[in-house]
């Protein structure tokens, strides 16, 4: 459904407009990972709740960097390192945990929205594929991501990326290093139906699985930004490390862009790249993946609404490249940002 946008300039602020990003996770507003430890209960400030981890610094399982993010994603700064190492025991479980919560009162859990995220690992501290990891998903797993061997299946290892409806794989992919993959759960939580976006690299995301019935239910602070690793005897931890992306939530009509709202660099060409289609069904061991609690009454850290609309004159938005070998976007920045130079292949407006 798409809804015009009736909104005066003065009260954009309340509008609902196709495009509009409701809660923003890009970690554009954090200097560095640190920041996280701003956040408590009692003080509820920053875009992310961070409380599902090990005991140790937060630069122990999460760091930031403009090395981090998908170089497609012109409206990211930066991205994430999630880590998982020998301590990430949170509060007494006998899984390994690195997760970011939303920190937002916004209607994520309502209607049709749309959860973006990219995900690449490397050949250095790739996640094990003796292990079932459980990855951007909501508390009733309603809808996530997988990734190695699940718990119940037949082998010892599997090199599948896979998104799973109610545990059950709808699609898989090997899971190469170096390759981002660019999702967007399209959750409808009026109708129950969860859809899969996807592309690789900088290509534009295509609808790869159509909506699906699920039970789609939040609480609007249960989506888990992160992985929890399921344990399995004989094989012990590892240092795994997970990079993320591009991670916000939007409604009215889904940007397809993986350079996201707010930057105006183009998609590149649609590519349909193959997608196999492997139900699993695992009898898989249920584990409480329980947390505490995500009950808060809170004051919005309200994210700028962004315009995915392009304009005529060819102007780069705040964080947009704007320069880079084999660039043909727009290379002046709006006002007051400036092109600066990273490296041969990319200039950002900052
Ligand atoms: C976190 O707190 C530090 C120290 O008070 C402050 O400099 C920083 O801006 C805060 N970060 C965020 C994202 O609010
Ligand atoms: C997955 O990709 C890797 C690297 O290209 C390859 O070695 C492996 O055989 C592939 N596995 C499957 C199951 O396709």
Redesign the pocket.
Known sequence: MRFPVLCGLAAHILCVSAGTILWDGRFNDLTSSTDLDNWSWSNEVGPYQYYIHGPSAVTAYVNLSPDYKNPADAGSKQGAKITLDSTSYWNGQTMRRTELIPQTSAAINQGKVYYHFSLMHTDVNPPATTREHQIAFFESHFTEMKAGWLSGAAGVS???LRWCIGGQSQWST????GVWHNVAYEIDFSAGTVGFWHSTGGDPLVQTVAPVAASTSSNGADWHVGVLELPRDGYPDSTEDLYWSGVYIESGSLTTSVAGPGSSSGGGSSSSSSTSSTPVSSSETTLSTSTIKAQSTTTTASSAPASTTSTGSCTAARYAQCGGNGFTGCTTCASPYTCKYSNDYYSQCL
Do not use: K, L, Q, V
Not at 174 to 177: E, L, P, R, V
């Open positions: 599997d090199p599948a090997n899971w190469t290093a």
